[in-house]
Antibody, heavy 124, light 107 residues
Framework: QVQLVQSGAEVKKPGASVKVSCKAS????????MHWVRQAPGQGLEWMGI????????SYAQKFQGRVTMTRDTSTSTVYMELSSLRSEDTAVYYC?????????????????WGQGTMVTVSS | EIVLTQSPGTLSLSPGERATLSCRAS???????LAWYQQKPGQAPRLLIY???SRATGIPDRFSGSGSGTDFTLTISRLEPEDFAVYYC????????FGQGTKVEIK
């Protein structure tokens, strides 16, 4: 079945970086865009950016420009999200989420399959 | 940025009752690019509705979406015990944004 499996929880100090992975299975990895969405404790959802696993092109939400990097490894069907210069406000669950449509058409920016989430805690 | 405002914040209903959730956008959502998600505690969101009214794969037909422009509605015709959760709307016509959520709780 189609699934996205993310890496485990992380605890980081302010100013550090974190890299979260998301391994896809059950479908052709390079056929669907992938997004990252985060959710602070008790809060709503916030879109961070998108990567096209086929060519590796990315687009980031303005709020995260300069601090986030999304990459992919086609040999392992894995996408990565690295967030740098962490601060306490970055404490959140980070989700990878697959786009509704395949890469042969423009991304829909709606999300039909989600990973289980990775808790990132930023604390001194 | 399009701001989505969901109402009410909390809906207290009994199983078998009808739930009506509202999502209002600060500007028109192009081509009805509006989705609804369900999230239960400790779980990832689940896509219910996209394109304002199309049910995602495997979603029961008691869930329906409607609306256009700036006003959208998610209706659950008869609440089942597993439907008590938080529901988010999301627009994806421009840089995607989410509403703040409506919690449907057991009365």
């Amino acid at each position: 079945q189609v699934q996205l499996v993310q890496s485990g929880a992380e605890v980081k100090k302010p100013g550090a970086s974190v890299k979260v992975s998301c391994k896809a299975s059950g479908y052709t990895f390079t056929s669907y865009y992938m997004h990252w969405v985060r959710q602070a404790p008790g809060q709503g959802l916030e879109w961070m950016g998108i990567i096209n696993p086929s060519g590796g092109s990315t687009s980031y939400a303005q709020k995260f420009q300069g601090r986030v990097t999304m990459t992919r490894d086609t040999s392992t069907s894995t996408v990565y999200m690295e967030l740098s210069s962490l601060r306490s406000e970055d404490t959140a669950v980070y989700y990878c989420a697959r786009d509704l449509v395949p890469v042969v058409v423009p991304a829909a920016y709606a999300f039909d399959i989600w990973g289980q989430g990775t808790m990132v805690t930023v604390s001194s | 940025e399009i701001v989505l405002t969901q109402s009410p914040g909390t809906l207290s209903l009994s199983p078998g009752e009808r739930a009506t959730l509202s999502c209002r956008a600060s500007q028109s959502v192009s081509s009805s690019y509006l989705a609804w998600y369900q999230q239960k505690p400790g779980q990832a969101p689940r896509l219910l509705i996209y394109g304002a009214s199309s049910r995602a794969t495997g979603i029961p037909d008691r869930f329906s979406g409607s609306g256009s422009g700036t006003d959208f509605t998610l209706t659950i015709s008869r609440l089942e015990p597993e439907d008590f959760a938080v529901y988010y709307c999301q627009q994806y016509g421009s840089s995607p944004t989410f509403g703040q959520g409506t919690k449907v709780e057991i009365k």
